[in-house]
């Protein structure tokens, strides 16, 4: 009996109908076996604004096959050819989806319809694929591989009456009849007012740039628009000759811009700014000069799909001495918080860099900020903006404009931001929350008795790196954790018991908003030696904090560029900065002897304090397994809480404090050798052996890549090895290895050779090497210090994989725990530690509805916070409201060069993943738990966070991947962008647009 199965449309499940004469009963088993499919149609739609013509070319799909899939273009792919679609991508298949001529729909990523091809291809690799597409093309994307395949590319006839473009044109030129239009130009004329319906949401603006700028251009005083003169398309083609001559007696001798003004650019729901071609520098004296610009402009409507009689071309005088341009947005985009955005250039002189996406510094300035407090270069600017918006009140607005050398605001286009067009009643709460913050800032930075150093700074990396191990936006209960296991006191612990100043009481990490900062004051006192005086800690400290404040660029690497933690071989060189900056002779003396002794006195009695610490961790280890086993067999709510408690008291008491020592003589012994190839002592190479002949944890997870990528290893065993891990270690919503078998699941067998071998030091190397190290006063001769490094840097390995294991088993009993009791984790995540364990006594009712309190408030709080804009530093309360990025340095890995598709693992959802072999990955940050996209075959990594000594630099230099790590704002530049060229030996970093 063969019976078709279809779709439950109300739960979505299969089914089969059995005929009621038939002898099947209920409680038979029935085999069911798939139907052989052996003609396969694919096709990719954008299906926005659905009409008869989509409707008719799937029809067409399915007459051709016995399997019809429809590709839906994501947001993205669509305006690599056309403009954002209006209706979203799950709106977009939704509609597909229920439509009874498809069989399967699927996301396309890319107008090239290629990778979903191969997909189908490789589960039905016995069937015939035919591609189709309308024939309005003369190119069908993805032909070039169904040829490889044996397949067939066909073209149906185009449906010419509908497509979504003519329906949006005929919208607007019926836009006299419609009652849901207003005129951005009547508006600004003051011949109309917003009113509740648009602010609802129920009415759209619009108009085009030259109308924009005719009806303001009278009206401003503190900007001005260049003159300017108007002609549509169809004037163009049916009086070319009169328009030619009209612009040369209009502007000559002057040079021109001529740029676009389309019906719709000012009408979506986000800047189209450089969407259409803009001809600058054109002569006016030149009859085909100005037209070759002309048509270019007329041709870019027809290259966007976005042809249209009524279009028009603006002719400008050009705009000269331009020493500021940009655009500036009365709201913020994403979030649509009360701040200017300021994205501008201020180095090229040109006046459509930013619009191109090729030049762009930014700058978030609180819309409570008094203007007198902003730079000089953005005083006049926003005296401006403000204007413009008095003339266009309660609306965003998306401005284009220029400063030229007298301080002039050129406006060049304003547009409703029509994204933000229902104003927030939050903003005042947003004001509020913003000095709260500054109040909270300002406690900090006071001066504090044990403490040397006037003042603090707030940044985000120079210690433990927050924004790489928590992410820059942590859930609360990441940030609590962090807090309780490292950052509330067993960092300060650790460097104390080692001969470090105690800064107790002191948090290395404070939360901003949902920003985590480190108080560097408190950091930058704990790197003082013990030893050394109060008087020459406080000017050490201070020299510090000024440093960092002029070279913010440093903060991921203060340890190797500003401040002294260890005796090296280049403390003479070094020290001469202090010189220069004051320090007499005698405070670099006592500085450098408190330095040698703290580092005699850390290598030297290594051997007992990494046996000591490593014993703690075997505890720990013991500790766990026991948990584990009770766990196996099942527990009360009160019992999982329970046992997550220990786990992570236990982690405390026995592993982040050994941890944290690990770390630290990891880290002398790194800085010690590189301080020797930098006096030339040893070779670079020497270097690069040593480290590589040093077996860590990470270096045998490595190992098992390559085993479990070219199938030597089992896919279980390695699971059961590394089930702890997850992209995320303290993000209880992040699926851990053991659960994710999807990360795992696309493996690369070409993988890069391990090049750790043995490591000898000859007789030549270790004399000269202790020959220095003795004439500097250091008690360790060459093959104790590389002994130390080596011990150091596996313990330090070691005790991260352990003490992070607890961390993971302790997050799953939680979540467990939440489970029985109804809540998800993104929900739990909602809850600090105190919340979880504190109440824990309580009877499950009342615990319930004491957390379901806590995460109801914990969300508006966080909502709240997420209106917010915060830098990456902070110096000074002004920092708050006016929010500037400093240019980073990112730590460049290897010196290859890639130019690649970008893949951003930002959106990554935590299980699924899509194609990312031979493409550059975008990170915010990384730990441990993103070591699967080594699996992968990745062309390279870029992340936003992360130092030269993190977990990915390591980790990419061992694979030999290129990457830029920690590149800050540089990493917002990229988030939109289609490829990357990625120059790790000339330091750069180039977005590619798509056309």
Known sequence: MKKIVWKNKSNNQLCITIPTGSSIREGDIVEVKRASIKRIAYSGVAADLFHYGHLHSIQFAKSISDYNIVGVLTDKAVEEYRAKPIANLQERKSIISSLNCVDR???????????????????????????????????????????????????????????????ITELIESKDKLKDVIHFESLIKGEVKLDKEYQKGNKVIISTKADTLTALKPLLKKSRIEKSYVFSVSDWKNKKDELLKRVKEEFQPFKIAVRSSAVNEDTLDSSMAGYFATELNVGSADSKEIEAAVKKVISSYKHKSSENSFNQVLIQQQTENIVMSGVILTRSLEKNSPYYVVNYDSSTGKSDTVTKGVESNTMKISRFAEISSLPGSMQNLLAAVK???????????????????????IIFQVRPLTTSNKYETDDAEVKSRIDLLKARFAELSARKPHL?????????????????????????????????????????????????????????????????YIDVRNTFNSFVPAALSQKLREKLVDFYLDKLEKNPDMQDKVEFEVLFTCYDMAFGERSEELSKSGFAREDIEELKQALIKLTNSLVVHSKESIREDLKRLKEMESNRERIRKNSAHGNSVEAMLGNAKFLLGDCRKKGTVEFSRLARLAFVGKIILKSLVRKSIIGSVFYDNFMNSISTVAKEMSRDFRLLGSGAMNHDDFVKKYYHLRPGSYD???????????????????????HSDSFIVDNDAYERIT?????????????????????????RELSKFQFTKNLSDALELIALAGEEMGFTRQELAMLDADALFSNANLGREELTGKWKGA??????????????ELPPIIFSESDLDVVTYYAPRPNYITAKNVNAQ??????????????IENKVVLIESGDPGYDWVFTRNIAGLITKYGGVASHMSIRCAEFGIPAAIGCGVIFDNLVNADSVHLDCKAHKIEPIRGA
């Open 902 to 915: 970008l893949v951003n693992l930002s959106k990554f959802d935590g299980k699924s993943v899509g194609d």
């Open 855 to 868: 995460i109801t408030s914990r969300r508006k709080e966080r909502e709240l916070n997420n209106k917010i």
């Open 771 to 795: 020959k220095i190290l003795k004439q500097e006063g250091l008690k360790f001769d060459a093959m104790q210090l590389l002994e130390f490094t080596k011990s150091a840097l596996e313990a």
């Open 105 to 167: 729909v699927m996301v396309q990523d890319s107008r090239d319809p290629t990778e979903n091809l191969k997909k189908i291809h490789e589960e039905f690799p016995d069937a015939e694929i035919t591609l189709v597409h309308g024939s309005d093309l003369s190119y069908v994307h993805g032909s070039e591989y169904i040829s490889q395949i044996g397949g067939k590319v066909i073209q149906h006839p185009y449906y010419g009456r509908l497509s979504t473009y003519k329906i």
């Open 452 to 516: 040397a150093g006037k003042r603090t700074i707030l940044a985000d990396m120079p210690d433990w790196n927050p924004a790489e191990i928590i992410g820059d936006n942590p859930n609360y209960l990441d940030y609590s954790l962090y807090d309780y296991l490292i950052t509330g006191s067993a960092w300060h612990e650790a460097r104390t018991s080692q001969g470090y100043y105690n800064v107790n009481p002191a948090k290395l990490v404070v939360l901003l908003g949902n920003k985590p």
């Open 387 to 409: 204007e413009i918006e008095g003339i266009a009140p309660n609306i965003g607005l998306d401005i284009e404009f220029a400063v030229n050398n007298k301080n002039e605001v």
């Open 732 to 754: 209880i919503t992040s699926p851990r290895y053991e659960s994710n078998p999807g990360l795992l699941k696309t493996l690369s067998f070409d993988l890069h050779e391990d």
